[in-house]
């Protein structure tokens, strides 16, 4: 995973240089580290080669929202949302595909087909009209004091933190918790299978109201859908109940995702977009893993209980922070 000092390099990175140039550098480095992965036959360059990975995926992560929207500047909402759709199709098909090829080629294949696709990023990003941020021939300004009085965007952080630290708890309860109620692999992987597709179609049913004044409904909708979608979880004397709660935290995820990324962005000040984006994901994995480490013992019942909370208080972020914006955007 990468370090919170990288996301934090690639955000500043972002807001200071080229975007696109930036981008391109991370994707660099994560593409080599891939291949160094890939050959290593040994410890050490497996681990160097892992580091290079986490480094590049923490310069070029904050940027990616910040290309799309640039890319689609009357429908920034929908390029967000697109975009997240692919990545839930792509985690929900991946383990079937390299479940397939792994048997025969080894873990190897997996790092020389990531590197591939990295590759072919950086091929596609170089060719692209993208708006190019120093054209004007000066930096942007940029005011970190502006950053820490923006109350609207701190609240928007906040909700980011209980939806994805819900939502990360729900991941990792899922497989532990119909492991130890005799459930087979196969049915656990298709309750995760069901989540992200689940998660990829409500995205692109969305893709035409975000840019719509339906933001705040949206964010809203996202932590009462996890809040009902976790306890269903604790009646699992069949498969249909684990299947319709994850029906239900995909739709949440589909609901926060994208919505709460694209207020942040409008939220954010000027010449601070990227640096905007990675707070954006540190504070989603914060949320992750400060709800695992303090839930993870926890007896279900109680961390349901936890997790609901922390869901009302995503909703009251939801309000507060996107109030007003129905009728701008």
Not at 50 to 75: C, E, M, N, W, Y
Not at 221 to 250: Q, T
């Amino acid at each position: 995973m990468p370090s919170q000092s990288a996301y934090c390099s690639g955000g500043w990175s972002g807001d200071r240089f080229d975007t696109k140039k930036v981008f391109c550098c991370g994707v660099a480095f994560f593409a080599g580290g891939s291949v160094l992965v890939a050959a290593a036959d040994g410890f050490v360059a497996l681990m160097v080669g892992r580091i290079l990975q986490g480094f590049g995926a923490g310069i070029f992560s904050p940027l990616v929202p910040i290309l799309l929207t640039r890319a689609s500047p009357h429908k920034p909402g929908k390029a967000l949302i697109f975009w997240g759709g692919i990545a839930g199709y792509v985690a929900a098909f991946a383990p079937l595909f390299y479940g397939s090829f792994l048997v025969e080629y080894g873990w190897h294949f997996a790092f020389i087909i990531t590197a591939m696709l990295a590759g072919v990023a950086l091929v596609v990003l170089n060719r692209s009209q993208t708006t190019v941020d120093l054209a004007l021939g000066h930096e942007p300004k940029t005011d970190y004091s502006a950053l820490f009085r923006a109350r609207d965007l701190w609240v928007t952080f906040v909700y980011v933190f209980c939806t994805y630290g819900a939502i990360t708890y729900y991941l990792f309860r899922l497989p532990v918790w119909l492991s130890k109620n005799e459930v087979t692999a196969a049915s656990i992987g298709f309750a995760l299978t069901i989540l992200w597709l689940t998660y990829s179609a409500l995205s692109t049913l969305l893709r035409n109201m975000v840019d719509k004044p339906h933001i705040r409904m949206i964010m809203l909708a996202a932590p009462l859908l996890i809040a009902a979608g976790l306890p269903l979880l604790y009646f699992d004397e069949n498969l249909l109940l684990p299947i319709l709660s994850s029906i239900l935290v995909g739709s949440g995820l589909a609901c926060s995702n994208a919505p709460s990324t694209q207020l942040i962005l409008r939220l954010a000040s000027s010449g601070m977009s990227a640096v905007s984006t990675s707070l954006d994901i540190t504070f989603a994995r914060l949320g992750g893993i400060a709800t695992v480490a303090i839930l993870a013992e926890m007896e279900f019942v109680y961390a349901a209980v936890a997790t609901c909370l922390s869901c009302l208080v995503a909703a009251f972020c939801a309000l507060m922070a996107s109030n007003g914006f129905d009728e701008g955007m």
